[in-house]
């Protein structure tokens, strides 16, 4: 993947931990810049926190990669009724 990514801006949704986590440190190492995108909830949606996130963004760092979080909300655009507007 050397050279795929340097220089871009990659978006990694559910990057606190687990498999996100190590996407979006694999993405730093080959020189994207990531944003980070988790709200730290429990597999059900309770609960949130700013913690996994913060985590995930320190491992970037400490490796001088370029890391941001943005904790909203992602969520697929809705696809109109037919015969409507996009």
Known sequence: MAGLVEGKV??????GGG??????IMMANEGAKVIINDLGVS???EGGSAT???Q????????GG?????????KRRQK???GGRR
């Open 19 to 24: 498999i996100g986590r190590e996407i979006a």
């Open 80 to 82: 109109p009724a037919r």
């Open 10 to 15: 990659v978006v990694v949704t559910g990057a």
């Open 52 to 54: 996994p996130a913060e």
């Open 43 to 45: 597999v059900t949606g």
């Open 66 to 74: 370029e890391a941001a979080i943005v904790d909203e909300r992602v």
């Open 56 to 63: 995930t963004k320190a491992i970037i760092n400490q490796r």
